[in-house]
């Protein structure tokens, strides 16, 4: 049995951070999977275009919220965790850190490449870092799969951390969920 993590709360930047991506997430994939089965071009462009605004909001977050990450640490981890169990937790954080940048970049990298309009939110227009060499998909269809690969390793992986929370919450009876980032 691991001691109680009382006083070991992410601070709450962090928390409120973790649960806005946590909220974020499903969103993204449906509209996602949503555009792709949608026959209507219009009503697909339409859902593609939500899925662009939250992807795009999703990467400002995860920057700040890896700023914050390297700058701030994290809460000490339980005493007494098995060294193997602190390596799957920090694997499976940091895989998940490194996803949730990767499907806004090579989302960024098919956006491009349709053409699509690069306005966020009525604030201002990204930029477009490269231009798509005339009549050559492939840059395009790499970053299909890596886009779709990443999207099902992050449904999968948070399956497990969703697990391993619950897991530690009512198993393990150590509040990791109510005392560290609720
Ligand atoms: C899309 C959904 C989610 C994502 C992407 C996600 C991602 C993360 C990441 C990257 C961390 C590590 C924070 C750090 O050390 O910097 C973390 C911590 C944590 N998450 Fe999630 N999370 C999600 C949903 C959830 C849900 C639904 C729960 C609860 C049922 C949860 C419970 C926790 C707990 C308890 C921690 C602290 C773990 C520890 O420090 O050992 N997460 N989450
Ligand atoms: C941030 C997290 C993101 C997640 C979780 C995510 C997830 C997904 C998923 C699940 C699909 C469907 C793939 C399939 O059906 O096989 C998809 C498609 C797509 N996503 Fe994302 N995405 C994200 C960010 C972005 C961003 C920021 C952009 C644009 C800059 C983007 C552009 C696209 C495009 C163009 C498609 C193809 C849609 C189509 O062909 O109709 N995604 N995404």
Redesign the pocket.
């Known amino acids: 049995m691991t001691t109680p993590r009382t006083d070991h709360r992410y601070a709450l930047l962090a928390r409120a951070l973790h649960w806005i991506v946590a909220a974020a997430?499903p969103v993204?994939?449906y509209l996602?999977?949503a555009?792709?089965r949608e026959a209507d071009r219009d009503a697909?462009f339409r859902l593609?275009q939500q899925?662009?605004q939250l992807?795009?909001a999703?990467?400002a977050l995860m920057l700040l919220r890896i700023l914050w990450r390297v700058g701030h640490g994290t809460p000490p981890r339980p005493r007494g965790e098995p060294r193997w169990r602190r390596l799957v937790a920090v694997t499976v954080h940091w895989l998940l850190y490194a996803l949730?940048l990767t499907?806004?970049v090579s989302?960024?990298v098919?956006?491009v490449w349709?053409d699509a309009p690069m306005d966020v939110a009525g604030l201002g227009e990204l930029p477009r870092l490269f231009t798509p060499p005339a009549g050559e998909e492939t840059g395009r269809a790499l970053a299909?799969y890596i886009?779709?690969f990443s999207?099902w390793l992050?449904v999968a992986l948070v399956a497990v951390h969703v697990g391993a929370a619950l897991w530690h919450q009512f198993v393990q009876r150590d509040h990791a969920i109510t005392s560290r980032i609720l």
Do not use: N
Request: no cysteine; aromatic share 18%; charged share 5%.
């Open positions: 997430i993204q994939v996602g999977h555009a792709e697909s593609i899925h662009y992807g795009v999703i990467f949730i499907l806004p989302g960024y098919m956006w349709m299909w886009h779709t999207a992050v």
